[in-house]
């Protein structure tokens, strides 16, 4: 593999070496890819022939590399399948077209879920080639939406417009630039949380809670405290926000934050359009941001009564260090990504006990 990676980096003709090295690299990649894939195809039909149990279903992780590859090589191409399959055939109906759109759209997000979850033994060239190749699912996703869904032509139908309400057009065009979820490849979950809050402290504790997942969505200048454990955590369209939280047991997604500071545990940490935000993490595996920029990373540093037990439950009572080894969607190149970096320690908050008395304020709501 050193040697593809050494010859792949050698001077060509080319004008320039950087591009044609960097093509040469994937292209020797996905080749690679190919093979191991088949390979363990080969292995499981013969296992499967001679009686043999698939010892690699038996566990959730795969807990190799090419068992790996084999399952991702497998969903991708059934996407893939999908996306040209729908080229294809006519049109259906506007009815039939959506539910098909997100069937795509869903498998694309297990996919994504799917290096998540087993992102903390894989290396981390094979992390990145598989997001850049799932960044190129959701590319075709759009491209397919966008042929097959018709546009919209507007017109006022020889009408004037009323002008009773003069802010009521420009809240709409706002909350149409807001909503784009076949562009964020997330919608907002219906489930309980904090949303459309400014200037506000909001306290939620899960201990006797039967909350599985929790949404925090559109906050400005808010503070957040999460006190005990919850399975999955949504945080979405946040803006000069600090979220304190205590441990996740499955994963937590942020998707278009800014300005925050977010001190967070979890098993699986993905970070979407973030901007000029701090997060204090404990991570089983390694933090993901794709389309991000001015995102500083430091180690988790909350507390509050009984945080040791919930750690322990969770499975995150030690400290593995993956805070600083972040994974770039955007970013393949070997060098180090400019779009986030460790936040020195001179400018870190320090330890933060969100049960304390003097902490608290008398905005702070509970539910």
């Known amino acids: 593999m050193v040697e593809e990676e050494e010859d792949s980096l050698s001077p060509n003709n080319g004008a320039n070496p950087s591009d044609a090295s960097e093509q040469a690299r994937q292209k020797k990649h996905a080749a690679m890819l190919e093979r191991l894939a088949n390979r363990q195809h080969t292995r499981s039909s013969l296992s499967r022939r001679s009686g043999e149990s698939d010892v690699s279903s038996a566990s959730p992780p795969f807990e190799s590399t090419s068992s790996f590859l084999s ?14 399959q729908s080229r294809l055939t006519p049109t259906p ?15 694309i997000s297990g996919l994504e879920k799917l290096v998540a979850e087993n992102s903390y033994f894989l290396p981390s060239y094979e992390v990145r080639s598989s997001l850049k190749a799932i960044s190129d699912l959701k590319q075709n ?7 097959l869904v018709p546009k919209k032509k507007f017109s006022f139908k020889n009408k004037a417009p009323k002008k ?30 904090f949303r459309n809050k400014t200037g506000e402290v909001l306290v939620m504790k899960f201990n006797g809670s039967e909350i599985g997942e929790f949404t925090i969505s559109d906050l400005d200048s808010c503070e957040v405290r999460l006190i005990g454990c919850v399975r999955a955590l949504f945080v979405h369209r946040l803006r000069n926000c600090r979220v304190y939280g205590g441990p996740v047991m499955n994963s937590i997604l942020f998707e278009q934050v800014e300005g925050c500071v977010f001190v967070m545990a979890s098993h699986q940490i993905r970070i979407h359009h973030a901007k000029a935000t701090d997060f ?6 390694r933090p993901i941001i794709e389309d991000s920029s001015g995102v500083r990373f430091a180690p988790y540093c909350l507390g509050y009564d009984g945080i040791h037990r919930d750690l322990q439950e969770a499975s995150l009572a030690e400290e593995t260090g993956n805070w600083a080894n972040v994974d770039d969607f955007r970013w393949l190149r070997a060098v180090q990504s400019p779009n ?16 304390s008395n003097s902490n608290l304020d008398t905005r702070a709501e509970e539910i």
Do not use: C
């Open 71 to 84: 399952r991702f090589i497998d969903s991708k191409r059934s996407i893939e399948a999908q996306i040209a």
């Open 93 to 107: 109906e506007s009815t039939q077209l959506k539910p098909h759109l997100d069937a795509i759209s869903a498998s």
């Open 141 to 147: 996703l759009d491209s397919l939406s966008s042929d």
């Open 164 to 193: 009773d309400h003069p802010g009521l057009d420009s809240n709409r065009e706002k909350e149409a630039e807001i909503v784009k979820p076949e562009k964020m490849g997330y919608a907002v979950p219906d489930s309980p949380g």
């Open 280 to 285: 204090y993490l404990r991570v089983r595996s």
């Open 340 to 355: 986030w970096s460790i936040l020195p320690e001179n400018e870190r908050i320090g330890f933060v006990n969100i049960t």
